[in-house]
């Protein structure tokens, strides 16, 4: 029945404390933002707390939403600055265990996937998110310049530090994997 409802609409319903409206509203959209959440996190576990986490912020915060752009567009923003802020929290955390566990051999497009997550780890949380916006997620400079409350200058420069960076550790994790370039 929710399903044909404009975003903009459940939006009002949540407002006014329809639950279905807010269950229509994350289920529509809970792949898109888990997928975001992985792709600037990595990691599954990480990428699940942080998608629940943006929804519970999106709906705490929902009377904040003007109906100046999508919905879509205002859930992607609350989404990066959830992950932003788990990137910053886990930069300050250190390990407990740095030794590495013994993996089972995998295939190349997935040993290859885990060199590239392992070196976006090492990233700056805000280089990281540049890099994936735009790489991963395909936006705009523009885009990523609402997105990341900052300038399109602040953008480009973010983003030619992240690949500038991004090329410094990703040779050495995959020379130590043993992959041939």
């Given amino acids: 029945m929710l399903r044909s409802v404009p975003d903009e609409q459940l939006v009002k319903r949540c407002l006014a404390g329809d639950g279905r409206a807010a269950e229509a509203l994350f289920s529509r959209h809970q792949d898109y933002v888990y997928r975001l959440c992985y792709g600037m996190l990595g990691h599954p576990q990480d990428a699940e707390d942080a998608a629940q986490e943006a929804f519970v912020r999106a709906l705490s915060r929902l009377e904040s939403f003007r109906g100046g752009s999508a919905f879509r567009t205002w859930l992607h923003r609350v989404t990066v600055t959830t992950c932003l802020d788990l990137l910053r929290r886990k930069k300050n955390v250190v390990p407990l265990d740095d030794t590495p566990e013994m993996e089972a051999p995998r295939s190349s497009s997935?040993?290859?996937?885990?060199?590239?997550?392992?070196?976006?780890?090492?990233?700056?949380?805000?280089?990281?998110?540049?890099?994936?916006?735009?790489?991963?997620?395909g936006l705009s400079y523009q885009e990523m310049a609402e997105l990341l409350d900052c300038t399109v200058e602040a953008v480009r420069s973010r983003l030619y530090r992240a690949r500038q960076h991004f090329r410094r550790v990703y040779e050495p994790v995959s020379s130590a994997s043993g992959r041939q370039r």
């Avoid at 290859?112 to 976006?120: D, K, S, W």
């Fill in 110 to 137: 997935h040993s290859m996937r885990l060199e590239v997550e392992e070196a976006l780890e090492h990233l700056d949380p805000d280089e990281r998110a540049a890099l994936v916006l735009r790489e991963v997620e």
